[in-house]
């Protein structure tokens, strides 16, 4: 099997997918330990500042600073930054990127250490959207080293660059080189973004089995993935059980415990679903989360609440994620320019399936049916079956195309109901009503 290619022939797919995180530390082969005993450089001094918290990210930061104060050199700097990385994925602060980055600069400088810091400069590159610079990073990797983790990085700079042909590619090279969660869970996004969903789920298994206590983020995002493929399917309690099963792996991990929200939700309780969502925007305050928590809190009932939380996503949400942010917008139909202009600037960035079509409605809400239509169709053609893309559809549909149009597209979107967010649901309903 390739895990990698389609099972069978596709259509041609021109927009790029969304990567997925890099994960350096669970099957990563560190230089060898090159012992240079010396004073603490300036740039790392940010990097050994007293990390504060009680899970068990803070305390392996804690113990891999202490690794660094005994000795400097590039395995233990690498471990240091790897959990920098996590720390900025699943705290959603920026600044631990810029921590990471500090060290990757102090190990250019040791022996052993420029391809290592390279590969962590390109990630971090990556995370803040300097796209152009991370691929720079990553072909010289892939020409001077070509280690399987330098092939990943590539892959998803590729995705998110439009060249999906050459991400492939990437990816099957970094599959063969070496089989582990990073390169399972990458073919698996990749399977789900192009339509084949049991490839996905197969590979995520693969992925889940790969994993290793030694990085029990990466773990717990493949689990995550896995309840979100159930959560489509709307099988609930296979959804619950991999949410659970990550949250053992990352207590509060927000995208886990905002999974395990929506999967609450989809369920109808909605008690329980703010208690979860709750947790998780207080762990991350994105606006995926923040829109799910406002739809738990409207079903209770409970405005102020709901008005004060709109208050703060409104004010934080271009800052924090664009993206989802201007889909929010332009779903529940506000701002509709301030949705465009997000749309249009995220998508002079990437151009996956899901900016795509956040574009579509954006230019849909501003009277542009004309070019709603012309993005939207771009975003179907990669065949990523997903729920909200296909709501999204069916809402530019119901403006430019037929009417049997609309119904495919609300039929396919009912198929991933579960996976859609209440406020979302009442969309799909309006548009059902009006078809």
């Not at 296979?238 to 949250?247: G, T």
């Not at 762990?283 to 703060?312: F, H, K, S």
């Amino acid at each position: 099997m390739n895990p990698v290619a389609p099972a069978r022939p596709r259509r041609a797919l021109t927009p790029a997918l969304l990567a997925i995180g890099c994960w350096l530390g669970a099957c990563s082969d560190a230089a060898p330990a090159t012992p240079r005993p010396t004073a603490v450089p300036t740039e790392l001094r940010i990097a050994l500042a007293a990390v504060p918290g009680d899970s068990e990210l803070d305390r392996q930061l804690r113990s891999a600073q202490d690794a660094v104060r005994e000795q400097l050199d590039v395995p233990r700097l690498e471990r240091l930054a790897t959990l920098f990385l996590g720390k900025a994925r699943s705290g959603g602060d920026p600044g631990f990127y810029t921590t990471a980055e500090a060290c990757a600069a102090v190990m250019a400088g040791l022996p052993h250490g420029e391809h290592p810091a390279l590969l962590l400069r390109g990630h971090v590159r990556h995370a803040l959207h300097d796209f152009a610079t991370a691929e720079t990073i990553a072909r010289r990797l892939v020409g001077e080293r070509g280690m399987f983790l330098d092939l990943g990085l590539l892959g998803d700079v590729l995705l998110d660059r439009g060249q999906l042909e050459a991400a492939r590619d990437a990816y099957q090279r970094m599959l063969e080189l070496k089989p582990c969660l990073q390169s399972y869970a990458r073919a698996a996004h990749l399977r789900w973004l192009i339509g084949d969903l049991p490839g996905s789920r197969e590979l995520l298994g693969l992925a889940a089995n790969a994993g290793s206590r030694r990085d029990p983020e990466s773990l717990a995002w493949v689990l995550t993935r896995r309840a979100f493929l159930e959560l489509q399917a709307g099988d609930l309690p296979a959804a619950a059980r991999d949410a659970d099963a990550a949250l053992l792996q990352v207590a509060d991990h927000p995208q886990a415990r905002a999974m395990r929200g929506r999967i609450a939700l989809a369920a109808g309780d909605a008690p329980t679903a703010i208690e979860h969502l709750r947790r998780a925007v207080a762990g991350q305050p994105l606006p995926e989360y923040q829109w799910a928590l406002v739809d738990a809190l409207r079903a209770t009932g409970a405005g102020a609440e709901v008005a004060a939380l709109e208050a703060e996503l409104l004010r934080t949400g271009e800052r924090e994620d664009p993206r989802t942010f201007a889909a929010w917008l332009a779903t529940t139909d506000r701002e509709p320019r301030l949705a465009l202009r997000l749309a249009v600037a995220e998508f002079a960035q990437r151009q996956d399936a899901h900016t795509l079509a956040v574009l579509a409605i954006a230019r849909l809400r501003n009277g542009d049916l004309v070019g709603a239509d012309e993005v939207m169709q771009r975003a179907l053609a990669i065949g990523v079956v997903d729920a909200r893309l296909r709501l999204q559809a069916a809402l530019v549909a119901s403006r430019t195309g037929t009417r049997q149009r609309v119904l495919e597209h609300l039929d396919a979107a009912e198929r991933g109901r579960t996976a859609l967010l209440p406020s979302e649901q009442a969309l799909l309903d309006a548009l059902r009503r009006a078809a």
